[in-house]
């Protein structure tokens, strides 16, 4: 591969002539963590740092573990300050999302780490901002990965952590690095929790408006309970034969239960030729088996496989008001399923579920305009958060190899 002027090969790619490759035993400080779970409580005190508080972008998430300060001279050693870093040596699973991550700490005495864990301190003239947004990024977490040793919950050695290598900038640049990476998360993170409050404004407004405890001007009119075998015809998955599988896009598309309904959306990955239970456009689908739920519209008719059933919405009946309603049913659901390890619903568990509605349909319609109203502008802010993900994404790549110089 040609290198360009200015930049030279090293075993971290390639990276400016000014830059240099340091090992994380050059560039901090390093201590393992110990088990801590003796002094847990669930109340108050600094806050604990296990391998669940990682997230899988190297963010910190709150499980309500603490020790009370009482015992801060019991676990001084184990006490962080702020610009440490922490990092994960194992994962909860075999496949490495959370291995490796890193926090960055904020506050002195706010939270102490405990074991499976371990500390970095950087040392003079190393950002630990710049570090934690190096080892989170693609390269070198996938490098810890493969490192990683096989188990239960795999795990790497702190001897494996310390010798990796990374790209180095000067200080000035690593500093602007940070900065502008620090900028995005700032971003990202203000979108994340927009969008959490208009969830939670949603989840306040459809237990109002879907139980009648708060009733749209002009309507007026009863409300009453239904099953849902009145308010629609539901039609249950039944696997077609083994033979009429198809890899023809041009056959009916073949839907299987939370495999192929999935929280985004419907995502096919088989067909058949010889469709048995078929689903309307316009039909409400969900999960009955395993995943209870995962409600979509169809946009096209679909064969619908073992794990899904349609529900056909009579014309007397507001279909987006009943999908809604749909939703909260879904609880319900999941807790009446049957058939062991794998639930299950059944034609007549699902047909007698009662909903609650208004009479007119005309309300019914109100009601789930308002809250459609509400999942449009809660999409919109998932799509800005998305591309705010994808731009941090891009500039990681960008910055973090010297491929773009700020300084």
Excluded at 26 to 37: A, V
Excluded at 239 to 267: C, H, K, R, V
Aim: overall charge neutral; some cysteine; charged content about 25%.
């Amino acid at each position: 591969m040609e290198v360009r002027p200015g930049y030279k090969k090293t075993e971290v790619g390639v990276i400016p002539e000014d830059w240099c490759v340091r090992k994380i035993r050059e560039l901090c400080e390093y201590q393992n963590g110990t088990s801590l779970e003796r002094f847990f409580n669930h109340v108050d005190g600094l806050k604990v740092i296990s391998i669940g508080n990682y997230s899988v972008i190297g963010s910190y998430i709150d499980n309500g573990v603490y020790i009370s300060l009482k015992h801060k001279k019991n676990v001084g050693k184990f006490v962080l300050r702020q610009n440490d870093l922490t990092m994960s040596l194992n994962d909860k699973t075999s496949a490495g999302a959370i291995i490796g991550r890193v926090l960055l700490i904020e506050q002195d005495d706010l939270f102490v780490f405990n074991q499976r864990t371990m500390r970095l301190r950087p040392k003079h003239n190393v950002s630990p901002a710049y570090l934690h947004h190096t080892i989170n990024a693609d390269r070198a977490h996938s490098a810890l990965v493969d490192l990683a040793k096989p188990g239960t919950q795999i795990y790497i050695n702190t001897d494996d952590v310390i010798d990796l290598a990374l790209p180095v900038p000067p200080f000035p640049e690593q500093e602007a690095i940070a900065e502008a990476l620090s900028d995005v998360d700032a971003h990202i993170e203000f979108l994340e929790q927009l969008v959490a409050k208009k969830r939670h404004v949603k989840r306040g407004v459809m237990q109002e408006l879907l139980t009648a405890r708060k009733r749209l001007p002009k309507f007026s009119g009863n409300w009453v309970m239904e099953n849902l075998s009145n308010v629609g015809v539901v039609t249950m998955g039944q696997s077609p034969p083994g033979s009429s599988y198809s890899t023809n896009a041009l056959a009916m598309p073949l839907l299987n239960g939370a495999a192929d309904l999935t929280a985004e959306g419907i995502t096919v990955s088989q067909y058949t030729n010889s469709p048995t239970r078929v689903s309307k456009s316009g039909d409400l689908l969900f999960c009955i088996r395993a995943t209870i739920g995962n409600r979509q519209v169809a946009d096209r008719e679909y064969c619908l496989g073992r794990g899904v059933a349609a529900l056909t919405v009579n014309a007397a009946y507001d279909c987006a008001f009943i999908g809604y309603q749909l939703d909260e049913l879904f609880g319900a659901m999941s807790s009446q399923s049957e058939g062991g390890v794998i639930k299950g619903l059944r034609k007549d568990d699902v047909g007698a579920f009662k909903i609650r509605l208004p009479m007119e349909k005309a309300e019914q319609a109100a009601i789930a305009t308002i809250l459609s109203d509400m999942d449009k502008e809660i999409a919109a802010l998932e799509v800005k958060l998305t591309k705010a993900r994808q731009l941090k994404q891009g500039m990681m790549q960008e910055l973090l190899t010297g491929r773009i110089r700020l300084v």
